[in-house]
Structures are given as C-alpha cells and as structure tokens.
C-alpha cells in the first residue's frame, strides 16, 4: 500500500514537472487595475517552450509568446481609457482567466507607519469615513512585511474592492488620496498598492547595492542600530517587498518616510539614491511625492528631526519630478504619528492633480524658501509659492538670522510683497537665515492657500 502511495506522489511530481500550469505572480488577479492609455507588462511562469496567448476583453485583441529557457514569459498589452470591468484570458497548456479587472490610475504607497497608518489604528473621524468606504473603482493591494537577503519574484496578496472592512486596514492617507482622485478625474478607477513597514529607515527600501557601492551611504547605514521591530540591513524589504511587483506600471509612488532616519546628516542623498534605484527598475523616471515629516519631540537633540525635514526640502531641488507636502499645521508636536491621515492624503492628490493630471492650476504647494538678499543688516527673504504670505499669529518669533561666525540670533520678522523681511539687532552683517529650526516648530508663516512654509537655513 505504501508502495503504491509512493508510486502515485512520484507520478505527480512528474507528471508537474512535465506540465507546468502557466501561473502569474500574486500582484496580477482578479479586482486588479491596469494602468489606463499605457503599455503595461505582464509576465508569469510556464514550462520552457510553452506557447502563452492572452486575451484582453476590452478589445478582443490576441497576444502571444513563449516561455524563455528559465521558465518565463512577459508580453506587452495595451490598455485603453478608463473603464471596467473587464477579462484577461491567459492560455497555454492550462486557463487562467483574470475577472473583474479595471483600467485607471496606479500608485504606489511606500515607507514607514504613517504611511501604514490605518483606521484600525485610531486616525481623526476613522469610523465615520470607513462607514462611507464602499467604493468598487477604489482597489487595494497590500504587501505583507518581509525580508529577503536576495530579490524575491513572488509575493503574497491580493487585489480587494474597497469596502468598510478593507479599507478599515489599508493605508488611510492612500485612501483619501484616491478618493480626492476620484473627484477631479470623475470616473476613473484607482488601484493602491501598499507597501510599507513601521519603524524602518530609507536604506532597507532599495536595492543592498547601491548602499554597498556609495561611501556616503554606507557610512551612514552603518550608523542604524538594530531594532525588535524591524530590519535595519540595506536592501532587505526591496528585496521582498518592492522588487517583486516592478515592472507593474504604475502612475507614480507616494512616499512617507523619515522618522527612522532622524539624525542622518545626509537624507536628502539617501532618499535620492531610493528614487533613482525605483525609476531604474522601473525604467521610468515616474513621479514621486512625498510627505515632511511633523515635528515632533525626539531624543536630546534638538534639531535631529528638523535637519531631516529640510533635508527633504532640498531634495526638491536635486530630483526632478518629485513634490513635498508640509504638514506641520495638522501635526501633534508630541505624537510621532499625527492623527489627521485625511488632510495629508488629500495635499498629495492636490499635488497630483495639479503637476501630474493638470485638471487644475490651484496653489497646493506651501512656501518654500528661495533666496535671500542683504542690504546692510536687512535680509529679504522670497519664496516659491508665496502668494499672500501671512504669519498665523501676525507676527513671527521663527525666523533667526547669523553673520560670518554662523552663530544664529532671533531676528524680528515682518512681511511686505510676499517676501519677509527680517532683522536683528544682534548680527549687523547678516549672512544667514533659518526658518522654524527646531526639532517641535510649527511653522508660523502661510501663504493664500492656507499651506504652511516649510523649515529650511539658506545656502
């Protein structure tokens, strides 16, 4: 009897091997959104010479290739305008028939908790917003957390309509950045995907080598400690969490990271070596906005985490393509996760709809700094974004000025044709200003949108 058991096991290990099922990797299923008006990948597994031929409902259109030597195909699909559902046939040796598929918008929601951050978790009016959550051209992919010391090709997930129950566990800031999508773009579907980990730095989300390869960022990796609660080694989530789903065409990534790198002297680098490693892989310089972090009280140093954000700031600068929402204004100066998830999703879709989808021309960027210039112990300050700038409380004790010896003095602010001026009795040959420097300021100064400036020291 055991024999015969044996015999039977033995003849399905063969007859497998023989007959591969063409199968797909977890991020292509059913509920999926596609990408609208692209060429968008799709890639699976199969035996070693297998002809695939895949059909797309939205237009009949037939498409075929054969599986390489290593057991892989990929074909390239064209997809239409928005709309749904729709039906993909997948063909070779077996059927796999891909259901309720729509075409619209992609992104990718990347980082640390914040991003992660959920109404499971207790955001601002969380039960009232999952309540009203039953959205079918909303859909979510979640990436469960996971380590790899080398690129993984598979993941675990799957696509989900968005209802109180999923969206109840989805990133909230995704969600209200979708939703605020949804009203400009009308009737286009948004897919998410969501892949993040709490309390992990900017290093373990790209690939181990461009670490590795670049003295500075090395340098600096080598500065995290570990932690109980999540790796530190560069590369490890890329590995297990981004690399398996690239190639996924995607509008763009939305980012929210930061916090697990407060201290890092260079995190404009850091974060500019993350997105160059993405649009690499990707082969495609998409989009990439992302949120200042909040102040907020950390450790004994009192400008740990402002030196992070304007390090943020200046990546604005150095890569093209990329946005910055500033949220000091809605933040908790003692919570390093500010309950207020809506107002920071909503800023990102703003960002998007004016620099991505141009539906408006609406200010949605709050002041950032751009030059200044000295006349004797005077120093005007202008802004990019400084449309009717105005201190909250009439008057700014924010703004700090040094001379040559980079020592820096309150200075007295005032405003006048959307550029600050500023002044202090202490420095007579000003070289120097700094704006909201420290480590639990919420910066004072708006321009007409009601957006706060961000923190920054001039050049």
Excluded at 10 to 29: E, K, R, Y
Excluded at 85 to 114: A, D, H, M, R
Excluded at 305 to 318: A, C, G, P
Aim: net charge positive.
């Amino acid at each position: 009897m055991k024999n015969n058991i044996y015999k039977f096991v033995f003849f399905l290990l063969i007859s497998s091997t023989m007959m591969a099922n063409v199968s797909l990797p977890n991020i292509f299923g059913d509920n999926m959104v596609l990408q609208r008006n692209s060429e968008v990948k799709i890639w699976g597994w199969a035996n070693p010479k297998e002809e695939i031929k895949l059909v797309s409902s939205w237009n009949n259109q037939e498409y075929k290739t054969v599986a390489n030597n290593q057991a892989k195909w990929e074909l390239t699909i064209k997809t239409p305008e928005a709309g749904g559902p729709f039906t993909i046939f997948i063909k070779g040796y077996n059927e796999v028939v891909l259901k309720n598929i729509l075409i619209g918008e992609v992104w990718l929601c990347s980082g640390q908790s914040n991003m992660e951050m959920s109404v499971s978790w207790g955001i601002d009016d969380g039960e009232e917003e999952m309540k009203n959550a039953t959205n079918p051209n909303i859909r979510f992919f979640t990436v469960p957390k996971l380590t790899a010391e080398n690129p993984q090709n598979n993941l675990l997930g799957n696509w989900t309509e968005s209802t109180p129950e999923t969206m109840k566990y989805f990133s909230a800031i995704g969600y209200f950045f979708a939703k605020r999508l949804r009203e400009d773009l009308k009737n286009v579907p948004i897919g998410l995907i969501s892949s993040n980990w709490g309390g992990t730095p900017a290093e373990i989300w790209m690939p181990a080598e461009v670490v590795n390869n670049d003295s500075v960022l090395l340098e600096n990796a080598k500065k995290l400690n570990e932690q109980e609660y999540g790796p530190r080694q560069p590369g490890r989530a890329y590995n297990a969490m981004i690399y398996p789903i690239i190639g996924f065409k995607i509008a763009g990534t939305l980012w929210y990271q930061g916090e697990s790198n407060v201290g890092s002297l260079v995190y404009d680098k850091t974060l500019g070596a993350l997105i160059a490693s993405w649009r690499k892989e990707w082969k495609d310089e998409f989009p990439f906005y992302y949120v200042q972090i909040a102040p907020f009280k950390t450790g004994k140093n009192n400008f740990s985490n402002v030196t992070v954000r304007d390090s943020q700031r200046k990546l604005l600068k150095e890569v093209p393509k990329t946005g910055m929402v500033v949220i000091s204004d809605i933040s908790d100066t003692i919570d390093i996760h500010p309950k207020n998830k809506k107002s920071v999703g909503i800023r990102l879709a703003n960002l998007a709809l004016v620099e991505t989808y141009k539906t408006n021309t609406n200010l949605v960027n709050g002041p950032l700094f751009k030059s200044i210039k000295i006349d004797k112990n005077k120093v005007t300050v202008s802004f990019d974004y400084g449309d009717g700038l105005y201190f909250k409380d009439k008057k700014s004790n924010q703004f700090e000025v040094a001379g040559a010896d980079g020592v820096f003095y309150p200075a007295e602010a005032s405003i006048k044709n959307n550029e600050v001026i500023v002044i202090s009795k202490k420095v007579v040959s000003p070289s120097k200003v700094r704006f909201a420097w420290g480590n639990t300021i919420q910066s004072d100064l708006f321009n007409k949108a009601n957006l706060p400036a961000s923190c920054f020291v001039s050049e």
